[in-house]
């Protein structure tokens, strides 16, 4: 039987300031993508722009997702012209772009300052997710994760995480925004970082996403995943009002302090608190709960039996998640028999553990596969918003 790889392969939590989220435009223009709606118009009335006619650069951004403002043939040439002087529309560049043998897609795009992120598109026969990221890096250093052995670099901005929709929008030629048949039909926030940990600026991208005059997902199709960070839960539900995900993997806090340190300032009870008081959360919107298969670790019938009696009175579903294997990991994945036997306890018990089919694993685009080589840079800058909730919801106690 496996047992799990030794404690000095888990990382402690260190809370040290991160990087400005958002580095300028590749040419120092302002970026209009990831401003709200008031912001927009801030920005254009200096150029005598009415809110009619910001209401018309929404639309071709977001919906028709314009790349430059020569295409906005409903504006004045005049000031197509002023705007292509002062902003810009730029994305992330594509550094490099990799389609896996299921059809699952995964791009590293890279940022104007250089750092880079991934960004992953699973299709499926009737629908399409779009894994984003939130972080360059991740502070969790959840030992089963690849992200997690990359250093936290910055905080993404909201143009950039709403940048990557677009990006990969328009890899997937999807513009102007469909009603139906979507390539992108759901965003999940499971890509690289914690998003409760860059709250503001996640929320900001989610509300620009969930816009009815734009891209337009709704927020039933929105799902932001948390390795438990409590004290920000709540606000989630109630400001965002999207799917949560929960990163358990643990029934226990001994081993789930190493699997998921974050564990060591929030424990189960508590984690499992924030969730049933999870505003919107109910039997038609259950919360849920997932659960990598680490062979010999967490995978045991006492286990499954362990974790139907922590969800009794949580509206909640399982994602039963087969270990995808990264390079130099030590963890493996539990037996095909083993997780059948997990799920039918479970599915016995009356929970919904349905089996997550891996995809992506050829390019290492599953779940927990993602890095990236981005480094911090050395100059020090000040911290961003981001960093005040991370120093709230994070001390150094946890070290």
Known sequence: MSQ?????????????????????????R???????????????????????RARQLWHWIYFRGAKNFAEMTTLAKSLREELETHFTLERPTASRAD???????KWLFRFPDGQEIETVHIPEDDRGALCVSSQVGCTLTCSFCHTGTQTMVRNLGAG???????????DLGEWPSPMSDRQISNIVMMGMGEPLLNYDNVAKALKIVMDGDGIAISRRRITLSTSGIVPLMERCGEELGVNLAVSLHAVRDDLRDELVPINRKYPIAQLLDACRKYPGANNARRITFEYVMLKGVNDSLSDARELVRLLADIPAKVNLIPFNPWPGVAYECS??????????????????????????RDILAACGQLRTESQRQRKSRPADAGDDVAEKALSPSVE
């Open 160 to 170: 950039e995480i709403v940048a990557q929709v677009m990006a990969a929008r328009d």
């Open 30 to 52: 302002k970026a209009l993508i990831g401003l709200s709606r008031d912001e927009l118009y801030d920005e254009l009335e200096p150029f005598g722009v009415q809110k009619f």
């Open 4 to 28: 799990p790889p030794a404690k000095a392969i888990v990382k402690p939590i260190v809370i040290k300031p991160t990087l400005n989220a958002a580095a300028p435009s590749s040419d120092g």
């Open 99 to 105: 389609k896996s043998s299921d059809g699952t897609r």
């Open 335 to 360: 037996e095909g028999r083993q997780i059948v036997a997990f799920a039918k306890l479970l599915n016995d018990a009356g929970l919904s553990a349905p089996v997550r089919t891996p995809r992506g």
